[in-house]
């Protein structure tokens, strides 16, 4: 005769096993996540705001599991304080994230004010962690349970993550690339999880407890999203794109391996001519003062990434002090491109921020790279605006046309 209450002991393990399960795969899909885009591109402002997402998110789930899977009251309550912690760290990266988007003429309320929404939670985390914690135990194991605290601590993480959300949702709307569009909707999907699941459960929120214990499922739900894009969306990975774009009027051509410093005030042959070797193929990286945006509705360029040399951090800008980031950020494109082209329009203001010599260094290394992958280099400079000194150099270095 089957024992029924067996049966239902059984059954309760197993999915508190399930529930464990899923801690350890969301922790280890997080970290595998973020090792891998700071493994690619770790250079990009977006791929290290992304790895601080992903540890937290690993740390978070990992702090789940041991919570739930805790042999008393004590030790739960210990590892609940760790899950509060991180989860609103993970909050506050998330926040910080979707704010290096893209907001270059008004940044959003949530953007302004995202220091203040971050002290809130970390103020109402730290009050739980320092007095406020409950635990209690059921057939799923150990959860921390929904007091009055502890409901502030959670709205807050949560109007946390549905900002996070209208932030890239404004972002999404506001960038032209059809690519960087693609690129964004796994991680707005992503940061809705926790929002949406929030609203599913709101009836057993009420009743002190979200039962089962969701968290772990939440981020691993979040973490296939992101990890969809990252992965096959190219999220935070700069990479070389064919762009299917119409070449112009004849313009002078640059060799496999070269490198070309064009001479010009107001012209935009070195522009023109970058156009015409994608148009054959090429597999383009514009480096520019200019704003993207301008970029792509002038010159029909809405693939090619774009690296923006500005002081004003956010996702694909390099800071023109950054020699040294900018210089990996290439090469590493370079490595995955067989038809590279890359321009660089923008010497002047390098030579600013850095001096003479670093530039030199930083021009030094390009160009061996470019030689080594046969690809091909176009440097725009206004004669006018460079030292005297410096011009000749960069002549020496490379084939003029002057215009």
Same mark, same amino acid.
């Given at each position: 005769m089957i024992n029924i209450r067996n049966v239902s002991q059984a059954s309760a393990m197993m999915e508190k096993a399930a529930l464990a399960s899923a801690s350890v795969l969301a922790a280890s899909a997080c970290f595998a996540l973020g090792m891998y885009v700071m493994r690619r591109n770790r250079h990009l402002s977006g791929s290290r705001a992304f790895?601080?997402?992903?540890?937290?998110?690993?740390?978070?789930? #990992? &702090?789940?599991?041991?919570? $739930?899977?805790?042999?008393?009251?004590?030790e739960a309550r210990l590892f609940a304080r760790g899950l509060v912690l991180t989860t609103t760290l993970l909050a506050a990266a998330m926040l910080y994230l979707a704010s290096i988007m893209p907001f270059e003429r008004k940044d959003p309320w949530a953007v302004r004010h995202r220091w203040g929404f971050t002290a809130v939670a970390v103020a109402l985390s730290a009050a739980m962690a320092a007095g406020g914690i409950e635990v209690a135990e059921d057939k799923y194991g150990w959860w921390l349970r929904l007091n009055?605290?502890? #409901? &502030?601590?959670?709205?807050? $993480?949560?109007?946390?993550?549905l900002a996070s959300t209208i932030v890239l949702t404004m972002a999404y709307w506001r960038e032209r690339s059809a690519v960087e569009r693609r690129r964004l909707l796994p991680l707005i999907a992503g940061m809705a999880v926790p929002v949406f699941s929030t609203l599913l459960v709101v009836p057993t929120v009420m009743s002190e407890a979200i039962d089962p214990p969701l968290l772990s499922a939440i981020i691993l739900s979040t973490c296939l999203f992101v990890g969809y894009g990252v992965i096959h969306q190219k999220l935070f990975i700069l990479e070389p794109v064919e762009e299917h774009v119409q070449g112009g009027s004849s313009t002078p051509g640059v060799k496999a391996g070269g490198s070309?410093?064009?001479?010009?005030?107001?012209?935009?042959?070195?522009?023109?001519?970058?156009?015409?070797?994608?148009?054959?193929?090429?597999?383009?990286?514009?480096?520019?003062?200019?704003?993207?945006?301008?970029?792509?509705?002038?010159?029909?360029?809405?693939?090619t990434p774009m690296l923006w040399l500005t002081t004003k951090p956010g996702a694909n800008r390099v800071d023109p002090s950054s020699l040294s980031l900018l210089l990996h950020s290439v090469l590493a494109f370079l490595d995955k491109s067989a038809e590279a082209v890359i321009l660089l329009d923008g010497m002047e203001y390098l030579e600013t921020y850095n001096g003479e010599e670093t530039v030199m260094r930083f021009l030094y290394g390009l160009q061996d790279a470019i030689t080594v992958t046969g690809s091909k280099l176009i440097v725009s400079v206004d004669p006018a605006a460079l030292d005297p000194h410096f011009l000749p150099r960069l002549e020496r270095e490379m084939s003029v046309i002057e215009k």
């Open positions: 790895f601080v997402v992903a540890i937290t998110a690993a740390l978070a789930a #990992l &702090f789940d599991f041991l919570t $739930i899977t805790s042999p008393d009251a004590d009055a605290p502890s #409901l &502030f601590w959670y709205a807050s $993480i949560v109007l946390i993550f070309v410093l064009v001479e010009t005030k107001k012209d935009d042959l070195a522009y023109r001519m970058f156009v015409n070797e994608i148009a054959s193929g090429g597999q383009g990286l514009l480096i520019s003062r200019r704003h993207p945006d301008q970029l792509r509705e002038t010159y029909g360029l809405m693939n």
